[in-house]
């Protein structure tokens, strides 16, 4: 069979639907037409969160389908990203499963966009991340505080109203419910930061473990993890890493400071041109809350994060003195080396963050490394390209010189992001020695053989 080609058809008509008026400041995403012809669209315009729109083609306006102030989108850093969904209806009206995310939780609904209605729909996922449909019902990735990152196949009645099955097809961890009872249980914490006035949120997890009772008198350590991105936005899903922790007798605190997504615009927007300094003072904030709610013990703070997270903790050692250690995975040391080094899709990211050439310079920790004052743990991959392993070379170096307790882990074969299970595990197993051996005071049930520490052991 010979196929003629055929002269492509012209467009002879464009219409810019959203994000073209520099009047209006949104982020539209996620365009999806109804089997009528109609194009739905998510964006912020005007409150400052992702909602679902409309648009009317007949007089070219956008109008809203729903309206509050929760996130019904998430960034667009992988693609393929589905939020919602338009589904089929017998009285020609269009019904949209959808979620969204208020107060650190995330919510499943229908929405009816004739009435402009959302009936919220009960399943165990407390966080939500992709809807699709499929022959036989919906299917869902999700994750809850005792669930893992799963996909469920959800049933909906026939009127779409009401959940009649729910299975999870899929799970990253099947046997993690035989361990339950250990599980600590994510608590949203809303902390006051530097600025007056102006809260950050978190996600505390006390020490938990139904075999063993510490001691009224005692308080317990505090690990406080940083999360990357650094807008990214942490979760308070299950996290078995954070379950070895608790288990064991740390509190852990997981800190969605300013410039995180999952709270708006105008808290995503409190990182520009301030990274390094937004994201270690709320870090910084967090902890003393703590402190001060007679949560955790004040002398035993702790500071860990990966990549951008791996760049806020160094900051924090270096120019705050909060914490007593800390453990940075591959973290940012020179910001001027990352804008130099990164791959294009995050090339110019870091000018809206940092600001000039004086602010790349006296934000790295790198420059600054005389300011280190506690005992850090460094671990990295050797064939990492955005953070060349020279950088954690250059501060172990400086602290060993300056007489301060310091460990470099350096691994074959690993990028930026551990992704080896041998590797994740002794990481996890090497920052709970170091810490325990400097900063908790007592040695650990587990038979770990600790690595050496310089100007320590």
């Given at each position: 069979?010979?196929l003629k080609?055929?002269?492509?058809?012209?467009?002879?008509?464009?219409?810019?639907?959203?994000?073209?008026?520099?009047?209006?400041?949104?982020?539209?995403?996620?365009?999806k037409?109804?089997?009528?012809?109609e194009?739905?669209f998510?964006?912020?315009?005007?409150?400052?969160?992702?909602?679902?729109?409309?648009?009317?083609?007949?007089?070219?306006?956008v109008?809203?389908v729903y309206?509050?102030?929760?996130?019904?989108?998430?960034?667009?850093?992988?693609?393929?990203?589905s939020?919602?969904?338009?589904?089929?209806?017998?009285?020609?009206?269009?019904?949209i499963?959808?979620s969204?995310?208020k107060?650190?939780?995330?919510?499943?609904?229908?929405?009816?966009?004739?009435h402009?209605?959302?009936?919220?729909?009960?399943?165990?996922?407390?966080?939500?991340n992709?809807?699709?449909?499929?022959?036989h019902?919906l299917?869902?990735?999700?994750a809850?505080?005792i669930?893992?990152?799963?996909?469920?196949?959800?049933?909906?009645?026939?009127?779409k109203?009401?959940?009649?099955?729910?299975?999870i097809?899929?799970?990253?961890?099947?046997?993690?419910?035989k361990?339950?009872?250990?599980?600590?249980?994510?608590?949203?914490?809303?902390?006051?930061?530097?600025?007056?006035?102006?809260n950050?949120?978190?996600?505390?997890?006390?020490?938990?473990n139904?075999?063993?009772q510490?001691?009224?008198?005692?308080?317990?350590?505090?690990?406080?993890?940083?999360h990357g991105?650094?807008t990214?936005?942490?979760?308070g899903?299950l996290?078995?890493?954070?379950?070895?922790w608790?288990?064991?007798?740390?509190?852990?605190?997981?800190?969605?400071?300013?410039?995180?997504?999952?709270y708006?615009r105008?808290?995503?927007?409190?990182?520009?041109?301030?990274?390094?300094?937004?994201?270690?003072?709320?870090?910084c904030?967090?902890?003393?809350?703590?402190?001060?709610?007679?949560?955790?013990?004040?002398?035993?703070?702790?500071?860990?994060?990966?990549?951008?997270?791996?760049?806020?903790t160094?900051?924090?050692?270096?120019?705050r003195?909060?914490?007593?250690?800390?453990?940075?995975?591959?973290?940012i040391?020179?910001?001027?080396?990352l804008?130099a080094?990164?791959?294009?899709?995050?090339s110019?990211?870091?000018?809206?963050?940092?600001?000039?050439?004086?602010?790349?310079f006296?934000?790295?920790?790198?420059?600054?490394?005389?300011k280190?004052?506690?005992?850090?743990?460094?671990?990295?991959?050797?064939?990492?390209?955005?953070?060349?392993?020279?950088?954690?070379?250059?501060?172990y170096a400086?602290?060993?010189e300056?007489?301060?307790?310091?460990?470099?882990?350096?691994?074959?074969?690993?990028?930026?992001g551990?992704?080896?299970a041998?590797?994740?595990?002794?990481?996890?197993?090497?920052?709970?020695?170091?810490?325990?051996?400097?900063?908790g005071?007592?040695?650990v049930?587990?038979?770990?053989?600790?690595?050496?520490?310089?100007?320590?052991?």
């Open positions: 069979m010979v080609s055929q002269k492509p058809r012209d467009i002879c008509k464009r219409v810019c639907v959203a994000g073209g008026d520099p009047a209006i400041v949104e982020s539209p995403t996620e365009p037409w109804s089997s009528e012809g194009l739905f998510i964006t912020d315009r005007g409150s400052g969160f992702w909602n679902i729109y409309k648009w009317v083609e007949s007089d070219n306006k109008l809203p309206s509050m102030n929760a996130e019904f989108s998430r960034p667009f850093w992988v693609f393929g990203i939020s919602y969904q338009l589904l089929q209806s017998h009285e020609r009206k269009n019904l499963a959808c969204y995310r107060n650190g939780r995330s919510s499943f609904g229908i929405l009816d966009d004739v402009s209605t959302v009936s919220l729909l009960d399943i165990p996922f407390t966080d939500i992709n809807i699709t449909s499929g022959l019902g299917y869902i990735e999700g809850s505080a669930h893992p990152l799963s996909i469920a196949k959800v049933t909906l009645d026939d009127t109203s009401k959940v009649i099955d729910f299975e097809i899929w799970s990253s961890s099947p046997d993690s419910s361990y339950k009872s250990h599980y600590s249980l994510p608590e949203l914490i809303e902390f006051p930061t530097e600025v007056p006035g102006q950050a949120f978190a996600y505390f997890y006390p020490p938990t139904p075999c063993y510490a001691s009224q008198k005692e308080k317990p350590p505090l690990l406080l993890r940083s991105g650094p990214a936005e942490t979760r899903v996290n078995l890493a954070y379950q070895y608790t288990s064991r007798g740390w509190a852990v605190v997981d800190v969605n400071y300013g410039g995180s997504t999952g708006g105008e808290y995503r927007e409190r990182l520009l041109g301030r990274w390094g300094i937004v994201d270690v003072n709320d870090c904030s967090c902890a003393k809350f703590l402190v001060n709610e007679g949560k955790v013990d004040g002398e035993r703070l702790c500071i860990a994060g990966g990549s951008a997270g791996g760049y806020t160094l900051a924090a050692l270096a120019f003195e909060t914490f007593k250690a800390g453990a940075s995975l591959y973290g040391g020179d910001l001027k080396s804008v080094e990164t791959h294009k899709f995050e110019r990211y870091m000018y809206n963050l940092v600001g000039n050439e004086e602010d790349f006296q934000r790295s920790p790198i420059n600054f490394v005389d280190f004052s506690c005992p850090i743990l460094l671990l990295q991959g050797l064939e990492d390209k955005v953070v060349p392993p020279d950088q954690a070379r250059k501060i400086a602290l060993k300056k007489g301060l307790p310091v460990a470099l882990v350096e691994f074959e074969g690993e990028q930026h551990f992704r080896k041998e590797t994740i595990k002794f990481a996890l197993e090497q920052q709970m020695v170091f810490f325990a051996r400097l900063v005071h007592f040695d049930a587990d038979d770990i053989t600790p690595i050496k520490i310089e100007n320590f052991d």
